[in-house]
């Protein structure tokens, strides 16, 4: 079994962190420059947005690195629940949001169900 659905989860959660420190700069500027301890402010969603977009990406890579490791040491494909709950991830997210990286979270979700499916079959 070749490890890839962690690198590619990973991948997501780098690229969606990338993406939040370009579109969110100012706001994580001001959210540092505030002390980050109750630097979100009750009226700035800018800055609720621009912090829970960039936990998002660091949540996923981690996520990323926890899938990694189980398919580095225990070597058998991902629980089935792991790939259906990623797939419906990637629905309910891309369905709320069109346009989106949510897109790229059927690669990996459909590879952990196909790699589950292929060894239930055997």
């Known amino acids: 079994m070749r490890r890839w659905i962690g690198w590619s989860v990973i991948a997501v959660g780098l690229i969606h962190l990338f993406l939040g420190f370009l579109l969110f700069r ?6 540092v420059a505030a002390g980050l301890v109750n630097s979100l402010g009750d009226r700035e969603p800018h800055r609720y947005l621009a912090f829970w977009f960039t936990f998002a990406g660091i949540v996923t890579v981690l996520l990323g690195y926890l899938i990694d490791w189980v398919e580095h040491v225990v070597r058998r494909p991902l629980p089935a629940g792991v790939g259906w709950s990623l797939l419906a991830m990637a629905i309910v997210g891309a369905a709320m949001s069109p346009v989106s990286g949510f897109w790229l979270l059927f690669i990996p979700a459909l590879g952990a169900v196909a790699q589950s499916r292929a060894t239930a079959g055997s």
């Open 26 to 31: 100012n706001e994580l500027r001001d959210i």
